[in-house]
């Protein structure tokens, strides 16, 4: 039975362990009225409460979401994830994810993440696997700070030097700064490799 509250959210995701673990941080928020989760795109609409305002899906499950757009029409999609490899981060914002969070995501973030998603912006938890884990590629160890991950999700919503520091409250020297180490922790050249990863395939 779904909650009474605020905004509705729905988790979609393949282990009923992850769905409760999350639908539980949410639970006694007056914010966010808990709707339920369901394992596959295809159970959605037996959940009570209609639409979601904000929906935690499972990567794996994101092309199904996209194959039925009319459905989820109104909802911001977080993608929750265990490979944070860029080229992942890169199909979520393309697809229009409003958000991405990778499993190693504690929960205190989570919540945050969700409201900050919830509140019209954008969330980006791209988190840090272990490099024997990672899928192999031009990137080492991918470990980003806070400011990187916030910097990175600005870049690939092609954000200007001047409006990330606008938006960020840092000087131009320091966004540039910043960028290069991202830049470099993914294995791009600069701005025109990274969007060139934004293009579809094929």
Known sequence: MAEKGG???MVLHSSPLIRKAILDLFRGDPSVTVLGGCPHPTAVGSLPGGRPDVALVEYEQWQEVLGNLPYWSGTRVILYSRDNAPRSV???IRGGAAGFVHESCPPESIVKGLHEVLSGRGFWHLGADEPETRKAGPVGAWKLSGR???ILG????????EEIAQELCLTQQTV???ASRVFHKV?????????????PCG
């Open 187 to 199: 294995g791009v050249s600069g701005r025109k490799e990274l969007f060139r990863m934004l293009r």
């Open 176 to 178: 540039k700064n910043y």
């Open 7 to 9: 905004r509705g959210l």
């Open 148 to 150: 990187e991950e916030e």
């Open 154 to 161: 600005l870049l690939l919503r092609r954000r200007s030097n």
């Open 90 to 92: 890169v199909d979520c």
